[in-house]
């Protein structure tokens, strides 16, 4: 199984990005997924997660700003991203993990930087 991140990059203070990440073969249609994200110097933390049926949740402080999604046709997980602050500057990583079993996949990473 692999995952492709990509979408990451350097933004200002209230803009927006979309993270995409491309599960090899049809993976992500059997899979819950989600996305985490490190900070420098901190623990990587839960951001967002969808289960295979399509239930989301999401870490309190992001709710209304963060959106994750899926389109199990194009296997892919997106997280949409918006009213960015400077807090949310990490490394975002994606995460699968196929319904019935405890293995998880992860993607390579990739890097939010929100600064002026």
């Known amino acids: 199984v692999q995952l492709q991140a990509s979408g990451g990059g350097m933004v200002q203070p209230g803009g927006s990005l979309r993270l995409s990440c491309v599960a090899s073969?049809?993976?992500?249609?059997?899979?819950?997924a989600g996305w985490y994200r490190q900070a420098p110097g901190k623990q990587r933390v839960l951001v967002a997660s969808i289960t295979s049926g399509g239930s989301t949740n999401y870490e309190d402080s992001l709710k209304g700003r963060f959106t994750i999604s899926r389109d199990n046709a194009k296997n892919t997980l997106y997280l949409q991203m918006n009213s960015l602050k400077p807090e949310d500057t990490a490394v975002y990583y994606c995460?699968?993990?196929?319904?019935?079993?405890?293995?998880?996949?992860w993607g390579q990473g990739t890097q939010v930087t929100v600064s002026s």
């Open positions: 073969g049809s993976i992500l249609r059997i899979s819950a």
């Open positions: 995460c699968v993990r196929p319904v019935g079993t405890s293995n998880d996949y």
